[in-house]
């Protein structure tokens, strides 16, 4: 589509109109943290956001999602697409969002998903504030973000938003945007070039290597028994991440016993009973007993499994595990460091 | 459907459980009437019945040997048991005598010598008797019950979760407390509550108890290094809820 430009002094007016004539997600604070969530002031949108404690993802794939509403024999589907912009989404979630859509559309598209995210619109934005424990600067330099339909980045005296589809375009009538000049155009890329560089945290190795690494390190179970000694099993790494997407489907009864849901709930494979079946008559299984195995599990999901399917690590940097693990254990860079150390 | 009969039961406990039963408020609890029949609940009913049944929810712990009988003639007439709350499930708060000899001094005073204060060691009534279902939490969380008793109503199999309260706090997107330079014992505790104290800012205490397989040597290094517990303070943390469910109690 198109590149524009428009000023800070006419940038509020815009964002006003925005979420008066649309429903708006965006970065907000939350006790000195930061989430998605409706935007109905434009003060409360925060793009000076660093990271949020969930991804974005959860717009069209909510923690908890009623699949199917029953009221005796009577079932219903419950999808229900909103139209919504989600604002401000880092690149880096942005390519989360690339995966989960190739993953929910694949092998019998889940429409619950891919609803609600045709129904979106996507501003992506330029990072402004760095978050302590992100590496999107050095992992899966290869995946370009592709699944936004704009791109806001904050340059000098304004910001520079660039068009990529008829949705994002869509959005320009509600501010006085004007062309974008060569100059500005030139500062946005530089802005978003210099911000890669301000990661805390660097992965050393490529994609290739690492997926060829970890998956050699299968057997070495002392090394991933060491790796999760402190493993609380408690999914946070899971649940915070923006390309996880298992869920767990659950039937609720109302209190009248003829109505109910089905509800599917984000699941998290580093729990202990993620992997028990059922082996009928009372009897279980479990497949990934221990926590080395889940701690393994995860790792290997996210540096080389998904690679082929997906161009590339099924992981885009942001640093929310590693800040989420309580026993701080999670921290893609630092396994991958050791694993890798321990390969060589 | 035949209405399935359920029974409450008390041993030692405070008996807010059932109270927190009768919270539901009268739309919700006598619309469960129309589906379940109640044929002994001392807390809201002066019945009592030596019928069989067919949903005991024992609250309380096994803290005599007088109690044996009663606990083992209960499971004798009813198809399935519940242990109803934390002191029922795993001995809960009362459970934190085990580790003391002062308590009675400490609690009654001058009474301390009154014979009915005379006890044994608080246990969960499973040492007793075969618990099919536990329903966890100080009190019991009401509307997991309703979810418990409807699948029975419906002759499902009740998912009881025995992953950690992080998962809660994580779906709903509450900020971590050590994140704001607290301490939370979330992550060995169960969850099913739907971690509503953190969500208030208020650490977990662990009140349902810890998961199947808690990672006791890993909370007690993060209270230390993260929350800055003496190390003795954090082995001791978890102990209000989870007496008997750690290394002191094998």
Known sequence: MSDYFINEKDFGDFLKRLVRARNVLGPKAKRGHFVFGRIENPEDLRLDYDVTILPPKK???????????FDGDQVSGCIDPVDQVLFGVHFYDVKAIDMTDLLFAERGEDRNYTANRQAATIVASSIQSVSPRAFWGSVGKEVEPKGHDAFLTKVARGYVYQSRTPKGSALLELGKFRKAEATELEAARKADEAVKKKCPETLKYGAAEVAKKVRAAFPDEKLWERLSERCFSCGSCNLVCPTCYCFDVQDHWNVDQRSGARTRYWDAC?????????????NSENFRESRG?????RILRKASYLNEKLGGPACVGCGRCAAACTADIADPVKTI?????AAS | ????????FDFASCEGCQIEMTNFGDAAFLELLNHVEIVEFREALSEKTTEPIDVAL????FTREADRARLEEIRRRARVVIAYGQCAATGGINALKNHQTDYKEAVYGQDAGMPHLDSDKALPISVVIKVDYNAFGCPINKYEVLQLLSHLVHGKEPVIPSYPVCVDCKRRETVCRYHEEDHCLGPVARAGCGAPCPASGVPCEACRGLVDDANL?????VLVERAGFSASRAAAKRMLWTANQGSESK
């Not at chain 1, 729990?271 to 059922?278: A, G, L």
């Not at chain 1, 195995?293 to 599990?297: D, T």
């Not at chain 1, 460091?337 to 150390?341: D, G, K, P, S």
């Open chain 1, 59 to 69: 717009a069209f794939f909510p923690t908890c999602q009623d699949l199917v509403r």
């Open chain 2, 58 to 61: 024992i609250e309380g712990s």
């Open chain 1, 270 to 282: 580093l729990t202990s009973e993620f992997s028990k079946v059922s082996l009928g008559a009372g």
């Open chain 2, 217 to 221: 040597a890993s909370i007690e290094k």
């Open chain 1, 337 to 341: 460091r050791e694993v890798m150390e």
């Open chain 1, 293 to 297: 195995e889940r701690f393994r599990h």
């Open chain 2, 1 to 8: 459907m035949a209405k399935a009969r359920i029974a409450f």
